[in-house]
């Protein structure tokens, strides 16, 4: 046995099996508690003995945590089975033993970076909301005040004050870049204080900004903004608590970094020509921008919604606060421990709101079914088609997807249609509840159980999708996919294609490819990423793209999209070109060109080499040099 689970009944209102629960998991159990978060202390210390123990508790785990602390006895970690499998009907026992396995693995630590904000504050608004700020943040930030332009100079020495317009904000906290029009800065000088003369373009910066104005944000999707406090003016508590929390605002802090990057396989553009935009369209922040042939992602922007990752077709943007392995991994273990006990389990995903809703529903109803697994996430836009095909493959019959109030839709439904589409069936939902009575029914609903042997999610997301699918439609090789789809082939119009292979320089994941021995355009249907750049580059248009998920062996190898016979040179015989193209320039130059008449029409039947040698040698040739004048000696002028 690894590891200890401590148990707790929680005042005798839910069951718990402690010998099943060991045997699933895997880790001894302790006595089943009645109420351990009331219990002496040397309890506490006894059943958190063990410096690996799982306590099956998330409600109390603040206050366990400093019990255990205070009587020095190991931190457990902490996992909450009460609310998401204990008050339900039926049999528990399989939902718990799956939520425990989870909270055995090892989460991995999320990188971070630390950021300095020195306490620089600007408030933004009309003069009697921003000067009363003003007055009560000065002692704890070092503040500027921003006032409409026309505005009086206040007489308020305390802090500073300028007027003017902001032109440009950019930028988080720590470090805000500001860009002022208009901008008029006191002048003490004088029996009175006033403004001085205007001027465009002044540039500052600053940690924390407090816009107190009630217009248009400064940024989109501003309240994923950190250091950008932005309250309703006319509620005075809103802006009680935004003046509160700006004075919290100084020191250092940990940003998480939630994405990461692999520029080398990103599609963005090529020559100069986009390509894929897709993490681009959805941002929400604006935190990506082009950068050269791939983007570029500003960490202090990037509010980790996710949905970058999961429309990335090739892997270039992926999340990483959890990666994605450690999604797959969570999935795999919560279906395998579920379906040991032969039930078939239906996976709700969800973030900090759907907890809180999850909790209502165990303590005011009738909770989760017990088929209902939830899988929490900081993020549910990082739930991508492919996470939905892992669950669909490793187990799961179906997935709900329970967004907040503020979750961006667009991406997530895009991702549904996709995954729905590569499972042939309506397995993947949003699930748009407003209360917890409306999340029993809709979890609640019925289902048809796996009739597919299920797989182990290891891979890439595109390898994890493929196998998913592959294990559901074992006699359909061939899945259509909607517009957009980062999986498809490509058609090539033979007629049009000249074999000038221009799309094969410039495809990012290598899908097209040419023969080094022959005029041949191949192409790997598994590689493609549907990005577009082939046929934006294609100088016939000869290529259109066939959103797809070829499931056959076929699409994993070479295939030849285009061929034609090589052409020969006429002089020593070496393979030079494309034999179609060479006859349709001779037949567009020869004796037709003034510089290539009879004679020379010839050349153009000739490799590099051998025409260069022909074109030094010929006669009339309008680039031949006059022939150098003989050296002169002495014996020139002495005969």
Known sequence: ???????????????????????????????????????????????????????????????????????????????????????????????????????????????????????????????????????????????????????????????????????????????????????????????????????????????????????????????????????????????????????????????VLHVRTEPSLCAHSRAGITGCTNCLDLCPTGAILPDGDHVTIDPMACAGCGACSSVCPSGAVSYDAPPVEDIFRRIEVLARTFRKHGVTPTLLVHDDYGREMIALSARHGAGLPDHAVPLHLPAIAV???????????????????????????????????????????????????????????????????????????????????????????DDTPVLPLPKGAPYGAVIVDTDACTLCLSCVSLCPSGALMDNPDRPELRFQEDACLQCGLCASLCPETAITLQPQLNLSPDALSPRILNQEEPAECVECGKPFGVASTIERIAGMLADKHPMFGAEKARMIRMCDTCRVNAMAHSTNNPFQSKPRPKTRTSDDYLN
Request: include cysteine; charge should be negative.
């Open 383 to 473: 739930f991508g088609h492919a996470e939905m095909m892992a669950a669909l493959g490793a187990g799961f019959a179906r997935v709900d997807i329970l967004p907040s109030p503020q979750t961006e839709r667009a991406p997530i439904n895009g991702q549904i249609m996709l995954a729905n589409a590569l499972a042939g069936r309506n397995a993947v939902r949003l699930a748009e509840v407003a209360d917890p009575d409306a999340l029993e029914h809709a979890t609640g609903e019925a289902f048809s159980p796996v009739d597919y042997d299920t797989i182990l999610p290891l891979g890439t997301r595109r390898q994890v999708t493929r196998v998913a699918a592959a294990t559901m439609h």
């Open 1 to 255: 046995m690894a590891g200890h689970l401590v148990l707790c009944s929680c005042a005798g209102s839910q069951t718990l099996d402690a010998d099943g629960l060991s045997t699933a998991t895997g880790r001894t159990c302790s006595r089943v508690h009645d109420a351990l978060c009331l219990a002496a202390p040397d309890v506490v210390a006894r059943a958190f003995a063990d410096v690996d123990t799982i306590m099956a508790c998330g409600q109390e785990a603040e206050a366990l945590t400093a019990l255990a602390q205070e009587v020095g006895a190991p931190v457990p970690r902490f996992t909450d089975i009460r609310d998401r499998a204990g008050w339900g009907g039926g049999d528990p026992m399989p939902k718990q033993a799956a939520l425990l396995a989870e909270a055995a693995l090892t989460p991995p630590e999320p990188r971070v970076l630390d950021v300095v904000s020195e306490g620089l504050c600007l408030i933004v608004g009309p003069a009697d909301l921003a000067l009363a700020a003003a007055t009560r943040l000065q002692d704890a930030l070092t503040v500027t005040v921003l006032l409409p332009e026309g505005s009086d100079a206040p007489q308020d020495r305390r802090f500073d004050a300028v007027s003017g317009r902001i032109r440009r904000a950019s930028g988080a906290l720590g470090g805000f870049e500001i860009t002022l029009d208009a901008l008029r800065q006191i002048d003490p000088s004088g029996t009175e204080i006033t403004f001085g003369a205007p001027r465009d373009g002044a540039k500052s910066h600053c940690d924390v900004i407090l816009d107190l104005t009630g217009g248009t944000p400064l940024f989109p999707a501003h309240h994923k903004r950190d250091g950008y406090l932005r309250p309703d003016p006319k509620n005075s508590l809103a802006v009680a608590d935004a003046v509160l929390e700006a004075s919290q605002m100084v020191g250092t802090f940990e940003k």
